[in-house]
């Protein structure tokens, strides 16, 4: 017997559906619920600031729940998915992108700054998909997609403890597509790279020739923004990416896998 998939007519559109997006306060976490919305789906939106959720739900169309969460402390992750499911009969879309960078060469990091980054960009990441993923299986399943970092692909400088995040979030998203694939259940990662957010916002103010600099890395020549990533996440959510799960797709323009110059090396011509 020959299996099928049968073509999807409807696109990209969730109408109907639920999804949840932590940090959406700004950045890629507000860009994916502006998306995710427009494709009809009703969005939760959770962050550590109410009136910046505020702002973000006001310009939202299908009835957004607001949840103020603060996801560092033990239990924090476990203890949001149940109060999202006091809003909501159940979920069908979680995006993962609540987490804190942390830049500290080895000999500067501490026990505290390892356990403040695994708690916000691992455990409450774990927790939360784990205390929503009951609901989805109920729903038939669902998707589950956290936003990673091309420092999971490559070894950034002064980066030890954010790049070993961001591979445990690789990690546990093969191995949650291998547990909750039966039940339907998609788990998916995105690699962002080099994206203008607030993150960068001081950075590329102040200092002179970084916003060249940085981009002359890139394959594409420019900065990616938040909505090159909210695409992939809306691709992820909804049917067309049906039959993917356990992948990690770099977006970044071409950062960590091509090389990339401002102009071609000047090379002696080959001769036979």
Do not use: C
């Not at 559906?17 to 995710?36: D, F, K, P, Y």
């Not at 159940?90 to 500290?104: E, H, T, Y």
């Not at 962002?192 to 020739?209: D, F, M, N, Q, Y």
């Not at 594409?220 to 938040?226: D, E, F, H, P, S």
């Amino acid at each position: 017997m020959t299996e099928t998939a049968s073509s999807n007519t409807t696109g990209m559109r969730l109408d109907g559906t639920v999804a949840v997006v932590t940090g959406a306060t700004r950045g890629i976490g507000e860009a994916s619920a502006r998306a995710l919305d427009a494709a009809g789906a009703r969005v939760v939106l959770t962050g550590r600031t109410t009136s910046d959720l505020e702002r973000v739900a006001g310009g939202l169309q299908n009835e957004p729940v607001v949840l103020t969460a603060d996801l560092e402390p033990t239990g924090a992750g476990t203890d949001l998915a149940r109060r999202i499911l006091g809003e909501v009969d159940g979920v069908d879309v979680l995006v993962n992108n609540a987490g804190i960078p942390m830049r500290r060469t080895p000999d500067q990091l501490t026990e505290a700054d390892f356990d403040q980054v695994f708690s916000i960009n691992v455990r409450s990441l774990a927790m939360l998909s784990i205390g929503l993923a009951p609901s989805m299986m109920a729903r038939g399943g669902g998707s589950i997609i956290n936003i990673s970092s091309v420092a999971s692909v490559h070894g950034p400088l002064g980066r030890v403890a954010y790049a070993g995040t961001k591979g445990a979030v690789d990690a546990m998203t093969r191995a949650l597509a291998a547990d909750w694939g039966p039940s339907g259940i998609r788990v998916n990662s995105i690699a962002p790279g080099l994206i203008a957010t607030a993150i960068w916002e001081k950075a590329r103010s102040e200092v002179p020739g970084l916003i060249e600099d940085l981009a002359g890395q890139v394959a594409l020549k420019r900065w990616g923004l938040a909505d090159d990533i909210a695409d992939v996440v809306l691709f992820f959510a909804s049917d067309a990416a049906r039959y993917i799960t356990g992948e990690t797709l770099v977006v970044d323009g071409g950062l960590a896998r091509v090389t990339a110059a401002n102009a071609p090396p000047a090379l002696p011509e080959l001769e036979d």
